[in-house]
């Protein structure tokens, strides 16, 4: 079995993307890794080229900033990435700049590669997401962050990453796809207050680059307000261990009373109902799990 990983990154060091930990997190996993490095206005490259490792491959590309509609280019530059796995991979491994997966899933995620590599009706594998918000000891426990998503796929080319890079589809069907009993530790949402106003800038002219009245609408000024998020919760567990010396830097302070809840009365009782039972109810999924 061969498993090639993938990512894309731009702008890591401006933008303060865990990249590394992200790259060094699926390292164990892969054969080897495609990083698609695009044109960058700090020193992204050299970064990548420092972590050492005989199992990168990097890839430089140049992103099509006309694409400032719904996250468009993010998806094209996945799929850049994608189409430089080389077809002897069974399984190709993505994760985002932002992403983490914990070393404690490893073997689960072996094992499912392994027992699904020659059943092609699977088409991937459905990773838990955790999502930290704020600060590393919160995270947050509503429906506003989705609780899973596909990660592995098999190097199938058909597939293509969806919309603004969040899944992928085949031929534009939903992929179909195992449940792996592993975490990703999604970082998006943790930095300095003033670099997550520049990171959510950057990614407003993704999205709305091309209407100045809905961009000027949503660009920030000063530093992020953490404190406008409906619900958290105070995170218990541990953090990957290629975390631990970015967490040690940390340089600001974010506290939050875990009490404070700001719904709407429908959201509230899916809330109640979630934490009662543990489903989610009409909850959107962007895949079909096998039964």
């Not at 600060?135 to 609780?147: F, H, L």
């Not at 603004?164 to 930095?191: M, N, S, T």
């Not at 975390?243 to 939050?256: G, K, P, T, V």
């Amino acid at each position: 079995m061969k498993v090639a990983g993938f990512t894309f990154v731009r702008n890591a060091i401006k933008y303060d993307y865990p990249v590394v930990a992200s790259i060094q997190s699926v390292l164990p996993l892969c054969d080897e890794m495609v990083v698609s490095v695009g044109n960058s206005d700090d020193n992204t490259l050299e970064l990548i080229q420092s972590i050492g490792s005989p199992k990168i491959r990097i890839i430089q590309t140049i992103w099509d900033d006309s694409l400032k509609e719904g996250g468009r280019v993010l998806a094209v530059e996945t799929n850049k990435a994608f189409d430089a796995v080389g077809a002897d991979a069974d399984w190709a491994f993505y994760i985002q700049a932002d992403e983490v997966v914990h070393e404690k899933g490893y073997d689960n995620i072996r094992a499912a590669m392994q027992q699904y590599k020659d059943d092609k009706r699977v088409e991937g594998l459905l990773f838990n997401y955790v999502h930290f918000y704020g600060s590393y000891d919160y995270v947050g426990d509503s429906r506003t962050w989705y609780k899973n998503e596909i990660r592995v796929i098999r190097n199938n080319k058909q597939i293509r990453s969806y919309n603004d890079a969040q899944g992928f589809r085949r031929e534009g069907q939903k992929l179909l796809v195992k449940p792996v009993q592993a975490e990703i530790y999604h970082y998006g949402w943790v930095k300095d207050p003033a670099l997550q106003t520049q990171k959510q800038n950057n990614s407003h002219h993704l999205y709305y680059g091309n209407n100045e009245q809905a961009l000027q609408e949503r660009l920030l000024t000063g530093e992020f307000d953490y404190g406008m998020v409906d619900s958290l919760a105070l995170f218990k567990g541990a953090h990957p261990q290629v975390m631990q010396s970015r967490i040690a830097a940390r340089n600001w302070q974010f506290e939050r009373d875990i009490s404070r809840k700001s719904f709407s009365f429908k959201d509230s009782l899916l809330y109640w109902i979630e934490k009662k039972t543990g489903k989610r109810l009409f909850d959107y999924r962007n895949y079909k799990i096998l039964k």
